[in-house]
């Protein structure tokens, strides 16, 4: 999860965590949800709009747990591909495909050497306030295995007897930084979801193919459908202060899509580990992945053997939902439209395959190729903004002084040519692999 969500529960008050993402919950029988890995956040801010998009990530036991996170406006939710982080790590850096260059004639002492081909694994403001006992529900709906409101409060105790009344934990010690928010005439988002199994199952990652009950005891571990918000902002933001702060940070990965190269106001430069041009990245979505020889170089190969390599190369397969993703962002900051057309036809069929009860990888897989050509249509030429657009990603642990008392802000910021090199990310999808006779030989593609 990023900073901006703070894990509530049903059934006990909260343990802080220092850096606001997921705090652990000290639930009964003296378990404990924290979170998993890395906390990854992609931000996009472009004229005035701002997209944010997290997957929470758990490990422990857990009987319900939901989000409740502040923002300037009303923001449109939709759900997120589970691949997303992944394509987005594949589209600032691209995998590279395997090609070993071998001769026929020595074949038989190579072979147990041999890289074998293999296939795509592309996975891995109201003019009047608010009474200060009021609540104000902006709108209810669900996403996929969720359950979502978008509230306007009048005070910090409203809006805690609202969730309370609604099946969520309002966490001890928020009143003072929820009560800043209040005065502002931020928002709040509520979250809820129920991640449940049949009698005696074990939850997994990506699981949304079990009923609501399920015994005490079963846990979860691994990440939970993906969210993506979009809203307006003047400056991009990353609202955080919903935290209580003790012990040590975790690691937070940042993508920041934006206008200009970017770092976090107050933290150490040193945190932005890769910087990429739109013209990078846009040639990065639209081109042919790239190769990387053994047993040779590029001279050593037809021009037929490398026309051959052209459907293993299809980027598709792994920055196709970052290409996706960037361009409808693009597209509502050129258009100001928060809620796009294709996007809520999506969350119109996954809600439908929800009432019905039919969850999971199947069903998921069904969507998107369903909604692949909706979507493609929907955002031609979008993609073409990119080119104006810089991305930057910060890397790192973020001291408590700074978020403590404030939202994330950015500044701009170029970090040295020698430091931004390609650096690899354990969540990149890998490319696939292949063997191709040395020139003249008279083989092809083995």
């Known amino acids: 999860m990023t900073p901006l969500a703070l894990l509530l529960s049903l059934i006990a008050p909260v343990t802080a965590d220092p850096c606001g993402m997921v705090p652990p919950l000290n639930l009964d029988m003296g378990s404990q949800l924290q979170r998993d890995g890395a906390q990854r956040t992609y931000v996009m801010h472009s004229r005035g709009v701002e997209t944010m998009v997290l997957r929470p990530g758990f490990v422990g036991d857990v009987e319900h747990f939901g989000m409740l996170i502040p923002f300037p406006s009303v923001p449109a939710i939709r759900k997120i591909d589970d691949d997303t982080f992944a394509q987005i790590e594949a589209a600032i850096d691209p995998p590279q495909v395997q090609v070993h260059i071998y001769d026929p004639y020595m074949l038989y002492q190579e072979f147990d050497d041999m890289v074998l081909p293999s296939m795509p694994m592309a996975r891995s403001e109201a003019e009047e306030g608010l009474a200060i006992n009021e609540v104000n529900v902006v709108k209810e709906e669900a996403v996929g295995m969720y359950q979502v409101a978008v509230l306007e409060a009048g005070s910090p105790k409203a809006l805690a007897r609202w969730m309370e009344d609604n099946g969520y934990r309002y966490p001890d010690g928020m009143d003072d930084v929820v009560g800043d928010y209040v005065q502002d005439k931020w928002c709040f988002v509520a979250v809820k979801a129920k991640v449940g199994g049949n009698q005696g199952a074990v939850p997994h990652p990506g699981m949304r193919s079990a009923p609501m009950e399920r015994p005490a005891g079963s846990s979860f571990d691994g990440h939970v459908q993906g969210m993506g918000f979009r809203f307006t902002s003047e400056d991009p933001v990353v609202p955080m202060r919903l935290s209580v702060f003790n012990g040590e940070g975790p690691r937070n990965v940042v993508y920041m899509l934006a206008e200009q190269p970017l770092t976090i106001q107050g933290a150490d430069p040193g945190l932005v580990v890769r910087q990429r041009s739109g013209e990078e990245l846009y040639a ?163």
């Open 284 to 446: 990065n979505l639209t081109t042919l992945l790239p190769l990387q020889f053994s047993g040779g170089t590029r001279k050593d190969i037809t021009q037929e053997s490398l026309d051959g390599l052209a459907p293993l190369r299809d980027p598709t397969p792994y920055v196709g939902l970052a290409r996706v993703l960037f361009a409808s962002d693009l597209l509502a900051a050129r258009t100001g439209t928060l809620a796009l057309e294709h996007e809520e036809a999506e969350k119109e069929l996954l809600n439908i395959s929800e009432a019905l009860g039919l969850r999971g990888d199947d069903v998921d897989s069904l969507h998107r190729t369903e909604l692949t050509q909706q979507r493609e249509l929907a955002v031609d030429g979008a993609l073409e903004d990119i080119k104006e657009m810089h991305m930057s990603v910060i890397d790192g642990v973020l001291p408590t002084e700074l978020i403590a008392g404030q939202n994330l802000g950015f500044e701009r910021y170029e970090m040295p040519k020698a430091a931004n090199q390609r650096r690899e990310d354990p969540i990149r999808p890998a490319a696939p692999s292949t063997s191709v006779p040395r020139k003249d030989s008279g083989g092809g593609i083995f």
